[in-house]
């Protein structure tokens, strides 16, 4: 009987490590990587709230066993929150209903640190990863974004990007051709509600 106690914890030890890794190691698993403009322009036409709103619904609808990253541009491209599971939903919903307006940087800091993030322990690209890329389109032509565009079309990864605000045709044909050169679309904000936003994670 000592022996069968003994045998029995050491097999609920094993259980309980298997269970903490699952979450990191299932290839199955979806990823989501939320990529927020937080540049000073976003205070204009409401387009901050508008994209926190959007990727809080984003946040909410993502399932037991997927992970989760907010990432955000303002002065700089950081890092908000890394890869996490379901259980952290209120520490991204917080991270992101906390973000506020910095100077400005380019689209491609984000879109550039979004595809590093997406490479983290992803080496043989056995995960796919959903980039939804939230911006109101105010930024100079950037022909740097091409590059970025095949690199992430070529791996296990898809970019979609949604606009906040109706601008001129330049900076949204800018925006249109970097999702559709990464695989994914170009969605036009201004008839956008959040609840479009849950298809794009679940695809």
Known sequence: MKYRGVFFGIFVSLMIFSSSRSFAQRPSSKRLILVLDATYT????????????WATKAI???NTGDSLCVISFGNRARVLVP????????VMINAVANLAPRL????????????????WKNADQTRRT??????????PNDNRLDAIASEIDSANCVLYVVQTIRTGL???????????N??????DGTNFGPERIIPLIRN
């Open 42 to 53: 976003m205070r204009e036409n409401n387009s901050l709230e508008l994209a926190k709103s």
């Open 60 to 62: 909410e609808h993502f």
């Open 83 to 90: 890869f996490l599971p379901v259980q952290s939903r209120q």
């Open 104 to 119: 400005a940087t380019y689209i491609l800091d984000g879109v550039s640190l979004a595809f590093k993030v997406h490479n």
């Open 130 to 139: 959903v980039i939804v890329f939230i911006t109101d389109g105010l930024a």
């Open 170 to 180: 330049d900076y949204e044909n800018q925006l249109r051709t970097l999702a559709e």
């Open 182 to 187: 990464s695989g994914g679309a170009f969605l």
